[in-house]
């Protein structure tokens, strides 16, 4: 997947709504598709500094409302 066709942004996006569905649609989980985005997304995090075990610093860098992730709410 070639991921510099879009901006960063663009993918931090598609992947908070994809997350955000995963207790209606766990099946993603298994998507090579979000497993790619996923770890791109962790790989640019951590090119950035963002410590990746730190689900706070994650959901902010992703730009999720008040850094939180929606599914441990």
């Known amino acids: 997947m070639n ?3 879009s ?3 663009d ?3 598609v992947y908070r709504i994809l ?7 766990p099946d993603l989980l298994d998507s090579p598709f979000f ?3 996923q770890g791109h997304l962790q ?3 951590q090119l950035e500094g963002v410590d990746g ?3 706070g610093a994650w959901d902010e860098w992703l730009g999720n409302p008040g850094g939180r992730c929606t599914l441990r709410n």
Do not use: M, V, Y
Not at 19 to 25: A, K, M, S, T, Y
């Open 43 to 45: 790989g640019q995090a």
């Open 7 to 9: 901006p960063l942004a």
């Open 19 to 25: 997350h955000g569905q995963l207790i209606r649609h």
């Open 35 to 37: 497993e790619t985005l």
């Open 3 to 5: 991921f510099s066709n």
């Open 53 to 55: 075990t730190d689900h």
């Open 11 to 13: 993918w931090k996006l």
